[in-house]
Nanobody, 122 residues
Framework: QLQLVESGGGLVQPGGSLRLSCAAS????????IGWFRQAPGKEREGVLCISMSGGSTRYADSVKGRFTISRDNAKNTVDLQMNSLKPEDTAVYYC???????????????WGQGTQVTVSS
């Protein structure tokens, strides 16, 4: 069974950093494009960043420009989301998802993790 598992969430003060990791069991992440999404209470799930099979990244959320980056570690079979200069509005449940290519629409992703909570608050 193909599973994705996110880790690294938590409580951080504004201006702080977190590194989220998406790990897979049962398949190689480098066979897929991997997207990071987030969903805040009462809001729709939005795409944040995606990394293609070839390693190119696509940003879907303008609000994270210059602050968030996505990367692959093929040796560990993970895709990481580095989040710097965090703001309270970044508070959300963060999900990773796998698809054949990078898409902005969540419905186009085939496999999802259970999510990890990120809370930015003083």
């Amino acid at each position: 069974q193909l599973q994705l598992v996110e880790s690294g969430g938590g409580l951080v003060q504004p201006g702080g950093s977190l590194r989220l990791s998406c790990a897979a069991s049962g398949f190689r992440l480098d066979y897929f494009a991997i997207g990071w999404f987030r969903q805040a209470p009462g809001k729709e799930r939005e795409g944040v960043l995606c990394i293609s099979m070839s390693g190119g990244s696509t940003r879907y959320a303008d609000s994270v420009k210059g602050r968030f980056t996505i990367s692959r570690d093929n040796a560990k079979n993970t895709v990481d989301l580095q989040m710097n200069s965090l703001k309270p509005e970044d508070t959300a449940v963060y999900y990773c998802a796998a698809a054949g290519d990078c898409f902005s629409g969540a419905s186009l992703y085939d496999y999802w993790g259970q999510g990890t909570q990120v809370t930015v608050s003083s």
